[in-house]
Each structure stands twice: as structure tokens, then as C-alpha cells.
């Protein structure tokens, strides 16, 4: 599979509420991804599965709609609307995430 499907699959599991599998099959051991351009505690994929973990089981997903994407060789980008309840809190954001992939698997990411 290309990088763009590869892309297209984690968004499909986002919007499904299947984002632990998706970052399971698509994001590389050796993974970094940052927060605010903070990537201090999220250096491989075992931190960043305990993050996402903590996500998913403390968010219920109401809307993820997809707004843009880019594909430019083995860097990606997209721009994602996300309505969600985080600890009874309710969440509307726009929030752009950008992959650098290696491998066919995504090996940083940040999220703006």
C-alpha cells in the first residue's frame, strides 16, 4: 500500500473509533510525537500507545471530520474537525497533524 492509502486507513479508523488498531499497524517502533512541541515523555511506540490509551479510554468520539490532506513523498499532512467528550468535558477543535513516514509506517508526528 502506498503512503497516501496508508494515511487514508488511519483516518478511516479515527472517524471509526478505531484508533488503537490503527496505531498498531501504522506507526513505527521507533516512533516521536509531539504535542504542543512537546515530545519529552512520547519517544516510542510503547509511550505513545500508553497516550493514546489514555485518550481512547477517556474520550467518547462524536465527530471526526476529515478538511484537508497532503501527500508530498514520505511527509503528510492533514487537517482534521474533531467533537469529542474528554472526563466529561465537551471538546470542538480543528487540529492539523503532520506525519513524517518511514518504512510505510509513520515515525513522527506533531499535531498543531
Not at 511506540?45 to 501527500?71: M, P, Q, Y
Not at 503528510?76 to 506525519?99: C, I, N, P, R, S
Amino acid at each position: 500500500m502506498s503512503i497516501k492509502e496508508n494515511l487514508e486507513a488511519i483516518i478511516k479508523g479515527i472517524q471509526e473509533n478505531r484508533i488503537l488498531e490503527v496505531f498498531d499497524k501504522y506507526y513505527h517502533n521507533d516512533v516521536v510525537m509531539y504535542e504542543k512541541g512537546d515530545s519529552t515523555n512520547r519517544v516510542g511506540k510503547e509511550a505513545n500507545r500508553k497516550a493514546e490509551e489514555s485518550f481512547v479510554n477517556n474520550a467518547t468520539i462524536h465527530e471526526a471530520k476529515l478538511t484537508k490532506i497532503l501527500v508530498d513523498g514520505n511527509n503528510t499532512a492533514y487537517e482534521m474537525y474533531m467533537d469529542f467528550t474528554y472526563g466529561g468535558h465537551k471538546v470542538a477543535k480543528t487540529q492539523w497533524a503532520l506525519q513524517e513516514w518511514k518504512d510505510g509506517k509513520v515515525i513522527k508526528e506533531e499535531f498543531y
